[in-house]
């Protein structure tokens, strides 16, 4: 139990699940949608969906379950104290006993202690919270709506890298994971590395280590032995003996054998856990590869059009001339399809039409009896589609089912006051046809996130505004439209949305879903649905513009940004030294120097653009353990501070980049996201600082931005948040980007 995804100890998890064979879930409170993206440029829920099937492959590998709260990962926590200001504790505190419950541990296994060493507040109040529900979990009168369940202990997973003194610490539980899976074919530690590099987007692939491995555990709640449990040899449980023999009898060549045993270890799983369980799932995989049969559910066309009936093909084919296999009866979880086909599997294959409509949604499965001599194999086959593309092949998606009528913004609108602009925006229709909308212009003066409205503390006032109302016909497929924006406006911070079917007295209309695409090789595609919105930021950047030159980062889209505003940009790389030339200012986005390795070698570059007259500015890079030292004219070395709080004051010295072009003022903090900034210079010997941001914990920081001169030229450092500010419209971050790119000493 921890955090995140990517806390997990997945070699733990690969050993426990495998060489035990115990029913080992991970619950992860958040699905990290608070964290940064080292392979693309989605952030928030986005981030959270790329995080979450990240975590979901790992346990496809390492043979772990997955389980989640809805706990939302606002990102970094210095303390658990602030965790509890932001997480509905009772709330959170029953989803946890209730999965508790659910899953009947013998032990519950934190990754991290119920204190400050644990190092962010997230990961300390995973850590209470494994505790207090343990004990809630065996009380009767805590959610009666629930059967109270007794765990035995709760242990930290702890390591010498918290606590050299481990190996000789009497009362820490020692646990050699070394050893080999015959059916997996390698090193449990092998097998949880493999699992561990799906987390991508975090930075965590790993080299396979197929050496000795060692766990050691500290006991936090309870009475428990841990250590007996965690013997492979312990032989009372009737998994293990039957995995054991079906592995046995598989190794001595005696196919028939394997699969009764497997077959009867199946009857034992629907017994205890549900059919689209990830245990059982994998049962099934293997129970398919022992009878040579391929069975799949899936559909060709993806995502599938919103409608009464979901068409798919159940597919079956015998691959194994040697084992006969009959097909009994296929059946949907709460209905009898009338397919009873009682005919054995041939070479050719059978392929028959299912229908996956289950009120509205895709069925969870399609259940389908096959019988092998005395055996009885259930299937429940996980719909699927399957697509197939020239450059690479065959491959598979999770089915979505998309509305008949759905929109998309261009983009995050910056425009100047005084000046007319245009929004464009595209609305999909399935059919084509007549159809109504309005484009409406909401003032947020209460919290939207993640396109979601919060509605606990509405405006005394309707403060949203109809700027256009459209009847028109829309052609099959999409139609795009541009409307004006009107020159007289207030700057600040707007909301546009497109809305359908008002309602008298209702703040809102009924809003027109958008479809997010994410698709990434190791976790595939997938769609996420929501309100259609985007953001106008109102603001004065009359400045003529500069050519910049843009050194790609780790998933920031300043330069797409900028563009939009009307400057140049020119991307650079290690390929176009001579790009330097060409622009006024360099801007390296987030975690550059951590993912181009030649820009660390590039000090030269660096200083002969900036003795030029050139600025160079440089936003966050991570600082690894103990810092990094940037190739810079002036010394300037990452250290780790970071403010978490959004609204942390801020307190403006009289340094000129404040007020040129733009005037900076305190009111440029407003409608932050998530974070003042992170990861700020330690040492930077040479260099001015711009502001302070003010803690609630009674700490300042004044080095969040610095500004150097260094011949003609100046270097910039700046660790403010403007990566998530920029996509979110918060009208102060432009300005303020603005007047770092003009600076001029």
Known sequence: MAAHPDDENTRLIAWLSNALDAETTYLSLTRGSGGQNLIGDELGADLGVIREHELRAARNIDGGNQRFTDALDFGYSKSVDEVWTKWDHDDLQLQ?????????????????????????????????????????????????????????????????????TLKDDPEAV?????????????????????????????????????????EYFKK??????????????????????????????????????????????????????????????????????LLGVYAEVFTAVNPMPEGSSYPATLALQALNFDVEVQLASIKAPDKDMGLNPAQVLTSEGQELEVDLYDEGKI????????????????????????????????????????????????????????????????????????YSWELILARPLWGIQDGFINFDN????????????????????????????PAKMDAGKYHLFLGYESYPGKLFPKFIDSKRTISYPHIGT???????????????????????????GAGDIMDETLENLGYEVLRITEDTPDSWNEVDAVLVGIRAFNTEKWLMNSGDRIKSFVEGGGNFVVTYTTAGRSG??????????????????????????????????????????????????????????????????????GTNYSNSTVVGHYEKGSVIYTGLSLFRELPAGVPGAMKLLQNILHYDH
């Open 526 to 552: 997938h769609y996420r649905y929501m309100e259609a919105s985007s953001t106008l930021a109102v603001l004065d950047l009359n400045k003529k513009r500069i050519k910049v030159g843009y050194i790609e």
């Open 96 to 164: 946890a006993v209730r999965t508790i419950r659910e899953l009947q541990p013998d032990f519950i296994i934190t990754r991290f202690p119920p204190d400050q060493r644990a190092g962010h507040g997230h990961h300390t109040a995973s850590a209470e919270l494994a505790i207090e529900c343990a004990a809630l979990a065996a009380d009767e009168k805590y959610d009666t709506e629930t059967a109270a369940w007794s765990v035995q202990g709760v242990w930290w997973n702890t390591s010498v890298w918290w606590d050299e």
């Open 458 to 485: 509405p405006p005394d006032r309707q403060l949203n505004k109809t700027l256009v109302k459209k009847t028109t016909m829309l052609d099959a497929g999409w139609n795009h439209f541009t409307e004006e924006i």
């Open 628 to 697: 990094i030292e940037l190739p810079t004219p002036l010394p300037l070395v990452i250290g780790r501070d970071r403010v978490t709080e959004e609204d942390a004051p801020i307190k403006l010295s009289k340094h000129p980049i404040l007020s040129s072009p733009n005037e900076i003022t305190a009111s440029d903090f407003d409608y932050w996201v998530q974070e003042r900034g992170l990861y700020f210079p330690k040492s930077f010997e040479g260099y001015s600082e711009v502001l302070t941001i003010m803690e609630s914990t």
């Open 174 to 214: 020692y646990l050699d994971m070394s050893g080999f899976d015959p059916l997996l074919g390698d090193t449990y530690g092998a097998i949880g590395d493999a699992a561990r590099s799906m987390h991508k987007c975090q930075g965590f692939g790993v080299p396979i280590n197929r050496g000795p491995r060692e």
């Open 363 to 434: 069925t969870k499965y399609i259940r389908v009896r096959l019988e092998h001599e005395s055996a009885i194999i259930m299937l429940y086959l996980k719909p699927v589609a399957k697509l197939s593309d020239r450059a690479v092949g065959e491959y598979r998606e999770a089915i979505a089912v998309e509305p008949t009528i759905h929109a998309k913004f261009d983009q995050t609108v910056y425009w100047n006051t005084g000046k007319k602009g245009s929004i464009g925006y595209s609305i999909y229709s399935k059919d084509g046809g007549e």
């Open 220 to 289: 936090l709640w309870g009475g428990g032995d841990l250590s007996s449990y965690l013997m492979p040899d312990r032989g009372a449980d009737a998994q293990s003996l039957l995995a054991q023999d079906a592995a046995f009898a598989l190794e001595i060549g005696d196919q028939k054998q394997a699969i009764a045993k497997w077959a009867t270890l199946g009857q034992i799983l629907l017994e205890q856990t549900a059919p689209e369980s990830d245990k059982y799932q994998r049962w099934q995989q293997v129970m398919l590869h």
